[in-house]
């Protein structure tokens, strides 16, 4: 699946053709990024996004310290930045879904990432974190994925062409994610089987740890 922009810069540090990801990343001829190297695409995401730059290199320490010095965690409102979108639509918990960093990701949910955040529709495919975490299949996905099912992610979410997080999962062979979607979906049935007022789909306000999980003690850079 072909990722945007940032999500391939951001990749490109652990892949081994970061070359051809930028050039993928970019190929709008009225898109500067196109006349990018690597080096000047990663400097352009840390200064234009540095919470999402952090976000998805998993440095928990820096996305600490910046949410600490935008937002108030013990206001009753939510952050506005931590759901700051990219150029591209992707959100920092979109981002750290790829990188599969769960300390990371509990930072972003306590100052009250939108854990059912969507990316833009077309080339992104209106996904959810918790199918790109999924899409991951190693043990730190799979721990990522229970942070976000824990925090309220919905687990019968479908991208815009219809496919399911459990239809993800299984064709990333990722089975101890599969397992723990079908659990999720199994309590949510148990309990009813409707999605909570503030899903997306109901046409309230993602959800978020934040709304259930308030705390006033989330580390900041010097405490990690």
Known sequence: ??????????????????????????????????????????????????LI???????????????????????????????????DGESALHVNAIKGDGETTKVLLAYGAE?????????????????????????RHKEMVRLLLAAGADPLAADENGKEVLTMAQEAGAADVEALLKAAIRGRQEAGGEREAGDEEAGGAPRSW????????????EEL
């Open 210 to 221: 934040q709304d259930r999980h308030r705390s006033t003690s989330v580390p900041g850079k």
């Open 53 to 87: 730059f952090a976000a998805g290199t998993g440095d928990v320490g820096e996305v600490a310290a910046l949410l600490m010095k935008a937002c108030d965690i013990k206001s009753k409102e939510s952050c506005t930045a931590v759901n700051e979108r990219s150029q």
């Open 115 to 139: 854990v059912d955040a969507r990316t833009p529709r077309g080339e992104s495919l209106h996904m959810t974190p918790l199918m790109w975490a999924t899409y991951g299949g190693t043990p």
């Open 1 to 50: 699946m072909r990722r945007a922009a940032v999500t391939l810069v951001l990749l490109a540090s652990c892949a081994t053709s970061a070359d051809t990801a930028a050039s993928q990343a970019a190929d709008a001829a009225d898109d500067p990024r196109a006349h990018m190297s690597d080096e000047e695409l990663t400097a352009h995401y840390d200064t234009e996004y540095p």
